[in-house]
């Protein structure tokens, strides 16, 4: 007899519907699995077989052909477990298969008979959705993060027992009713830092501001201890929490990428990741055989941290200059290619040389020219062209040391970031792609950022004393929009470019 039972496969941070179609029929005893397995589908049928036998099912001793459609996609993951299992019981007749056209299932099994989570679900349960599927069948701990679709039943399990049950007897059984209420992005997490703990560096909280309200790209240089990391770990802190919307695009890629520790709830929180200086160019942008998101993407919609900027490999800091300006990365591979987002804040941090005290007012640096020249030279010019904001932090005197904190905290600057959002929000009410000033295009810079003749100048004569390319002076103006945006100017006018200028003044030491 043949069986046909629907499940999914993930293709970036999408889903496409894989058939699963299981013929039992006479001939020596065996399992045979095509359409494109992978090792862990391959292994699945000796895992089906003695779950079924220690289920308390019959398996058939006869010959067993799994087939998964379309058979030109590659097939990866323990996720088509419960299908296949459903698909033998059912091709055995030993369940029934009137519910099977309509339900879509995902599952892995234990030996014991219980079911396990998978990841991928949240983006599978979307697809599902629009594909017009009546029902998703999942593990037990799948099921919340399932239930983030809505318009989708979503039934869940603890072991096949009970799954075969509901196939039989679908009358006893109702869809998960779970709680997943917009309410729950409105805690939106500190993580842990607050921008009350820096003393001084008023410099420093200005760009953070400037970066939080425009989304724009910042590097702290300064010597060791005068607190750039400090800074940059609080950006977080003042960014304007995820729509709800947002943060089902954020969770659908830490779906994928099998990092959602806690199934089913929203991360609400935006995205930190701070690789380390020994990362690979494949583990920041994404890949490997079937492709994964990589660091960039796992920040989407929040903030990739580079911590010590000059000590990673000057070519995996190359892989970042095209999703910087396109806000996404394009993984292409033999069989497939998949286009991930990676609309992220760049924030660096850096030492001014080999030994870090040059330019410094208490320690002298012991570096050459040539060294701090090759020390430089891993920023290449275009890389530097896409950060908007340049700050110099210099170590904090012996006063500033020993006073307390007296500045404003996250929650303060927060609402001011979160008033010079929403007045580009307006301004973006026609093009629903712009989410802050650093997507803005040419055509968007020529329609909201205006210059009369005193900033006119003033822009032409930095150009031509910072020897500054066409993209940084775009820059500018974008970062001016945002000063704008934060003093509640509807124009621009000549301090806020003076302002968005002197963030291009580092000397980048070539």
Same mark, same amino acid.
């Given at each position: ?102 339900? =879509?299932?995902?599952? $892995? ?8 989570? &998978? !990841? %991928?679900? *949240? ?118 929490? =995820?729509?709800?919307? $947002? ?8 779906? &994928? !990428? %099998?990092? *959602? ?250």
């Amino acid at each position: 007899m043949l069986a046909r039972v629907w499940s999914a496969s993930i293709v970036g941070i999408d889903a496409v519907k894989v058939g699963v179609e299981v013929d039992v029929s006479g001939g020596l005893p065996g399992i045979i699995v095509l359409g494109l397995p992978d090792s862990a589908v391959q292994e699945s049928k000796e895992r089906v077989k003695a779950t079924l036998k220690n289920a308390g099912f019959a398996f058939p001793m006869r010959k067993i052909v799994i087939n998964l459609t379309p058979a030109d996609l590659r097939k990866e993951g323990p996720c088509f477990d419960l299908p296949i299992s459903v698909g033998v019981l059912a091709a055995s007749e030993q369940v029934s298969t009137e519910l099977l056209g309509d339900y =879509l299932f995902l599952g $892995e099994v234990s030996l014991d008979g219980s079911l396990r989570p &998978v !990841a %991928g679900v *949240l983006p599978i349960a979307a697809a599902a959705h629009k594909m017009g599927i009546t029902g998703l069948v999942v593990p037990a701990d799948n099921a919340q993060e399932a239930s983030l679709v809505e318009g989708l039943a979503v039934y869940a399990f603890k072991n096949l027992a009970d799954v075969a049950d509901f196939l039989n007897n679908p009358g006893r059984y109702k869809p998960e009713q779970l709680d997943n209420t917009v309410e729950t992005l409105h805690g939106t997490s500190l993580h842990g830092a607050d921008l009350k703990d820096v003393k001084a560096q008023a410099h420093g909280r200005r760009a953070l501001e400037i970066a939080a309200a425009g989304g724009h790209n910042l590097i702290f240089v300064g010597p060791p201890g005068s607190g750039k990391t400090m800074l940059a770990r609080r950006l977080p802190s003042i960014l304007p929490p =995820l729509s709800f919307a $947002e943060a089902l695009e954020v969770t659908r890629i830490h779906s &994928v !990428a %099998g990092l *959602l520790k806690n199934r089913g709830s929203l991360v609400c929180d935006r995205p930190f990741r701070s690789p380390h200086h020994s990362a690979s160019g494949p583990s920041l942008v994404g890949g490997g055989t079937f492709p994964r998101p990589g660091e960039i993407s796992l920040s989407h919609l929040g903030v990739l941290f580079l911590d010590e900027l000059t000590e990673f490999k000057r070519d995996v800091l190359e892989f970042l200059r095209q999703p910087l300006e396109d806000g996404f990365v394009t993984i292409s591979r033999t069989r497939q290619s998949v286009m991930f987002p990676a609309q992220f804040t760049l924030v660096a941090s850096t030492n001014p040389c080999p030994c870090g005290y040059y330019g410094d007012t208490i320690q002298q640096c012991t570096c050459s020219p040539r060294q701090r020249e090759q020390y430089w030279a891993k920023l290449s010019g275009p890389l530097m062209d896409r950060i908007d904001l340049q700050v110099a932090v210099n170590r904090l005197k012996p006063e500033e040391i020993t006073q307390q904190p007296t500045g404003e905290s996250s929650v303060t600057v927060r609402e001011r970031v979160q008033q010079a959002r929403d007045r580009a929000s307006q301004r973006f009410e026609n093009e629903p792609h712009l989410r802050c000033n650093a997507q803005m295009q040419s055509r968007h810079l020529q329609k909201w950022c205006k210059l009369d003749d005193a900033s006119r100048n003033l822009l032409e004569g930095a150009i031509k004393k910072l020897g500054l390319s066409a993209r940084a002076s775009d820059r500018i103006l974008k970062v001016a929009r945002t000063i704008a945006d934060l003093a509640g100017d509807e124009n621009l006018q000549a301090h806020h470019v003076a302002e968005a200028i002197q963030y291009r003044t580092i000397d980048r030491m070539h």
